[in-house]
């Protein structure tokens, strides 16, 4: 007997063969790549054009990176048994500016005052620190006469400063060149601001940890908006204890709770011009990298809340080398929000 054989056609080139116990399964090209499809997209998330997948666990955690304290790069100048309260000030302080300050205040003097002294402009300083302690008017702080109860200030015999030449120092108060007031309503603060933060970045070495964060600067006098003397642009948050003031974005080291960074926020026009803005497009994002630029490649972890947190700002962290942190609140564009409320 002859043995039977069955004849089968070809199978195209477009159909696959899957071997199924106990019947075969035919399924088209078509088919079989939909089904990878199918498998990638079911741990993928798509928002807004940006792919999430999903994972079994955080891959990179900044928590378990290196811990760091932060401290103060002296260098040989102040012998550390000798350093006294005005040395760790001089320390923060711009180094040239001092003398920068006495010539511009003396540029602004009455024709046939003394020019200022660094000395005297040191004085006025450590004056207004202490007139930040006490309750008492500004003018009776020169007192000396004895109350029976408490010592007679006395600001004369201790800041060697009369009361009318600290008044009139504190009126011709100058950290700019006069010309430079001129188109620039922040030039009076400028350089003391700038001189502040490279000042930080000279001498404090920050730890780990950076919060980006947002601070009021109490303010009772003028309003810029309403006459040509008055501070450029008042803030007014009601949720702030003294909410009407100047506003400053600013970073500081977590560990010693020292600020690092100042920026004076100076309108919405000016801000959307300045550095990163173009690249990022988002104010917090472009305010949290200017802040933090000194810092840029450490891999210091930052810190910060909803005015500054968002999907941009996490990209843009990892993108110059620091990690970030921070309670997204507002800026939820490419956070596939749903998903994670499940």
């Not at 948050?237 to 500081?252: H, Q, Y």
């Amino acid at each position: 007997m002859k043995q039977a054989v069955a004849v089968m056609p070809p199978i195209p080139p477009s159909i696959s063969v899957e071997a199924a116990s106990p019947t075969l399964t035919l399924k088209s090209a078509e088919q079989q790549e939909q089904e990878v499809d199918n498998t990638l997209n079911a741990n993928l998330l798509h928002c807004n054009g940006i792919e999430w997948k999903v994972v079994e666990g955080v891959v990179e955690d900044w928590r378990c990176m290196p811990k760091f304290g932060a401290h103060i790069l002296w260098g040989n100048d102040v012998d550390e048994a000798r350093r006294t309260p005005l040395d760790y000030w001089m320390m923060s302080f711009p180094s040239q500016m001092l003398a920068d300050i006495s010539i511009w205040t003396s540029n602004c003097l009455p024709q046939g005052s003394a020019n200022a002294k660094e000395d005297e402009v040191l004085a006025v300083f450590g004056a207004l620190y202490s007139l930040t302690r006490t309750s008492e008017g500004r003018r009776d702080l020169w007192s000396t006469t004895e109350d029976g109860l408490f010592p007679a200030p006395r600001f004369g015999e201790r800041y060697s400063l009369t009361r009318d030449r600290f008044e009139i120092l504190l009126r011709c108060l100058s950290f700019c060149p006069a010309h430079e007031a001129i188109g620039d309503k922040w030039a009076p603060v400028r350089r003391l601001i700038g001189g502040f933060n490279q000042r930080r970045v000279e001498k404090l070495y920050p730890g780990w940890q950076l919060c980006v964060d947002e601070s009021v600067s109490s303010w009772r006098g003028k309003d810029g908006d309403f006459c040509s003397d008055g501070m450029p642009h008042v803030t007014r948050i009601d949720r702030k204890p003294k909410g009407v003031g100047c506003e400053l974005k600013d970073c500081a080291d977590a560990d010693t709770k020292v600020i690092l960074q100042l920026e004076i926020q100076e309108g919405a026009e000016v801000m959307v011009s300045k550095e990163y803005m173009a690249e990022y497009k988002l104010v917090g994002t472009a305010q949290l990298l200017r802040l933090t630029k000194p810092w840029h490649g450490s891999g210091r972890a930052v810190s910060a809340d909803s005015a500054f947190a968002s999907f941009a700002t996490a990209v843009a962290c990892r993108e110059n080398g620091i990690h970030f942190t921070g309670l997204v609140k507002d800026v939820l564009g490419c956070i596939p929000k749903s998903t994670l409320m499940k």
